[in-house]
Each structure stands twice: as structure tokens, then as C-alpha cells.
């Protein structure tokens, strides 16, 4: 099923302009995971802004036909160095927090999907600890959680690993796709690292420093799970 369909972006941003989306058509499905590479400074993290609806745009970006205006519940966000969460809440705190704030009345309900969805990113034993007692890894798994948990489809990923060292980054690629193939989820991640997305992604997307798409490709090497 399509869940993102993208016709026809123009980014500039109101300073500059330098146009940096060139009519940028894109359809994304809902099992896709998607890395997008390019040259420093060629509008990957734009795009993805774009996508989570921090920025305005000219053309279309619809999320299950519904046009992107602003940031929802539907898209989550995971960055790399901090993940929205409160450091004075506990890590089930912190999702609780978030479905109350989007509606959810009771406080039993709240808190067993708050477990359900820390136990799919096998952090269930850390419900208690507070964000500074994670690791950089652990936080975005608990961002990812939090996304799941009030409905995200979408995970948008701004080189998450490009920090961490090889160990860490090849265990948290492990259980990033772990987890895309248990749950119904769709990944737009950006990588500078070759590598990494060609473990990854099902569909490779390079951009050209003009703004445009330059190639994209499907991915039928076997992931590494
Ligand atoms: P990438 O993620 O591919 O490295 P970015 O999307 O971060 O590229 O940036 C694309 C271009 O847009 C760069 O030239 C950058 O300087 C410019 N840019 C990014 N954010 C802003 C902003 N808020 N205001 C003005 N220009 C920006
Ligand atoms: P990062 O480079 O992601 O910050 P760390 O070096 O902080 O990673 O942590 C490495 C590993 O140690 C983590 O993947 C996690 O498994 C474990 N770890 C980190 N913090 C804790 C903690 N408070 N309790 C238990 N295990 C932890």
C-alpha cells in the first residue's frame, strides 16, 4: 500500500534562493525502509523535515492521502543525539505522558500499551530508568516506542548511527530491522555510509547536489538478521 506519495516538492528556504527540492516525485509503500544518500548538503535532511512536517513546501506530500501540514502523530522523527524525551520522566513516563496528551482517558490502558510497545523494542526491563541512564541507542529505541505507540507509520531517521562506534552501530542496524520485519512499520532513513544502507534499505535513493533524485534502485541483497 502507498503511504507516502510525494509529487512535486520545491523546498527553498526563506533566506536563500538556492532551490534545494528540485520537483521531487517519491511514492513510498508501507513495508518499504528506504535509505536516501548524497553528497553533503544536497537536501536529505530537508526532505525528511519536510516529510515530518517541520518545514513548508511547494507541491504535495501526503501521508495516507492526507496532506502534510505540520508534525502528527503518523511520523516520528528518531535523532540522533536527542529523542524528545523528558529527562526528569521515566522511559514509561515519557510514552504514558505522550498518549495522555493525545487523547488516551485511562491510566491502565495507557500503561500496558506503554509496555507493549517497550517490550517490541525489547526495552520492557528499563521502564523505570530515566533517559541519562540509556545509551544514545537505547533512547532511540525508546523515541521509536513512543512513535509505535500513538500510531506512527512512518520512522524518519537522520543518520541515527553515524556516532556510534562499529559494534554498537552493526547491533542497533540488527534490531532496527529486527523490528521492521516484526512490525508494519516503513523506514526513511538517511546514511552517508554505502555500507550501511545497502544492509538496510529494500530501496536505495541517491540524490544529485541539484536537488533531484540522480537514482534509486531496489535492494535485493539479503538483510543480515
Ligand atoms: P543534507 O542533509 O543532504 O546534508 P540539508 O538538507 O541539511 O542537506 O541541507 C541542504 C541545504 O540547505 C544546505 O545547503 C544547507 O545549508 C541548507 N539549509 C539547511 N537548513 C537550512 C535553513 N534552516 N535555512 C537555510 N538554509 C538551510
Ligand atoms: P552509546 O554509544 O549508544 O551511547 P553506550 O556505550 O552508552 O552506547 O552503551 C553501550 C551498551 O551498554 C548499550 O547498547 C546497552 O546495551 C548498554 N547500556 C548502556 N546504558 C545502560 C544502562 N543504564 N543499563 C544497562 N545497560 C546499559
Not at 521502564?127 to 545509551?135: E, F, K
Given at each position: 500500500n502507498e503511504v507516502l506519495k510525494i509529487n512535486n516538492l520545491v523546498k527553498k528556504y526563506d533566506n536563500s534562493d538556492r532551490v534545494i527540492l528540485n520537483n521531487l516525485d517519491l511514492t513510498i509503500n508501507d513495508e518499504d525502509f528506504l535509505c536516501i544518500l548524497g553528497p553533503s548538503g544536497c537536501g536529505k535532511s530537508t526532505l525528511i523535515r519536510c516529510i515530518a512536517g517541520f518545514e513548508d513546501y511547494e507541491g504535495s506530500i501526503k501521508v495516507d492521502g492526507q496532506p502534510v501540514v505540520k508534525p502528527g502523530p503518523d511520523r516520528i522523527m528518531v535523532f540522533q543525539d536527542f529523542n524528545q524525551l523528558f529527562p526528569w520522566k521515566t522511559v514509561l513516563k515519557n510514552i504514558t505522558y505522550a498518549l495522555k496528551v493525545n487523547g488516551m482517558k485511562d491510566k491502565a490502558e495507557r500503561e500496558q500499551k506503554a509496555k507493549k510497545y517497550l517490550e517490541k523494542v525489547n526495552l520492557v526491563q528499563y521502564?523505570?530508568?530515566?533517559?541519562?541512564?540509556?545509551?544514545g541507542g537505547m533512547k532511540q529505541r525508546v523515541a521509536i516506542a513512543k512513535g509505535m505507540a500513538l500510531g506512527s507509520k512512518i520512522i524518519l531517521m537522520d543518520e541515527p548511527f553515524a556516532a556510534l562506534d562499529a559494534m554498537t552501530r552493526k547491533q542497533l542496524q540488527s534490531e532496527l530491522l529486527k523490528l521492521k520485519q516484526k512490525e508494519k512499520i516503513t523506514v526513511i532513513f538517511i546514511t552517508h555510509n554505502i555500507q550501511e544502507a545497502i544492509s538496510l534499505g529494500n530501496r536505495i535513493m541517491v540524490m544529485s547536489k541539484e536537488g533531484t533524485i540522480k537514482e534509486h534502485l531496489y535492494n535485493t541483497i539479503e538483510k543480515p538478521v
Open positions: 521502564a523505570n530508568y530515566y533517559p541519562h541512564q540509556l545509551s
